[in-house]
């Protein structure tokens, strides 16, 4: 079955502090893998993509993530995180031949001053 | 970057009523978009498939005839709520890809439904 797991429901950090939110995948077609934000009542905004390449893939905000293929994994990072950054964040996963995206069901980021 | 843009952001209507949502790519066209629904807390869930000059596809469990969608042009598509419920409230958003820009694809910022 394709599904994309997001174990952590909800995180809190520390403005300042890095943060790692864990995605989890499966899929029987070579992956596409996203990864959206989404701000309260918000539509979904492209933090980063990956298609095939270099595993480790740079966003906008500084995040990074990087695809683990043997570990069906696509781990999004930010080495310090700011107070705007809380948000829920979604995983997603696709293929090449199809635009539907199969969603995480979101980790939602709350950030401390 | 490329924008899609939806309309009505926000829309409250009386049970019983057809309410139609737009979502509009602005810079580029899109042979495909799609429509999600998301309800508070929870992930986005496909409803359908978007097609420009042809019928809509639709995941099992959408009932079609209740949520009509209509791709006329390659900027274009809508979904119509008909005789909405108040179970249909939910939070609509549309997504399309960039015809021939990779598989990047865009997200609209969402319509809100409320039906009382």
């Known amino acids: 079955a394709q599904s994309v797991t997001q174990p952590d429901i909800h995180i809190t950090v520390s403005e300042g502090a890095s943060l790692e939110l864990r995605c989890n995948y499966s899929y029987g077609a070579t992956p596409y893998l996203f990864w959206y934000v989404q701000s309260p009542g918000q539509g979904l905004q492209l933090l980063l993509k990956?298609?095939?390449?270099?595993?480790l893939v740079q966003g906008i905000k500084g995040f990074e993530a990087e695809f683990k293929r043997s570990q069906s994994s696509f781990n999004l990072r930010k080495p310090s995180v700011h107070w705007s950054d809380a948000a829920e964040y979604f995983c997603a996963v696709g293929s090449y031949n199809t635009d539907k995206l199969i969603f995480g069901t979101g980790t939602r980021l709350q950030v401390f001053p | 970057g490329a924008v899609v843009s939806q309309h009505p952001s926000r829309v409250i209507c009386k049970s019983g009523t057809s309410v139609k949502i737009e979502c509009r790519s602005l810079d580029f066209q899109a042979t495909t978009m799609f429509w999600y629904r998301q309800f508070p807390k929870q992930s986005l869930m496909l409803m359908a498939t978007s097609n420009e000059g042809s019928k809509a596809t639709y995941e099992q469990g959408v009932e079609k005839d209740k949520f009509l969608i209509n791709h006329a042009s390659l900027t274009l598509s809508t979904l119509t709520v008909t005789s909405a419920h108040p179970e249909d409230s939910s939070f609509y958003i549309c997504s399309a890809r960039v015809s021939g820009g990779g598989n990047t694809i865009y997200f609209g910022e969402g319509s809100w439904l409320t039906v009382v």
């Open positions: 990956y298609f095939s390449g270099d595993t």
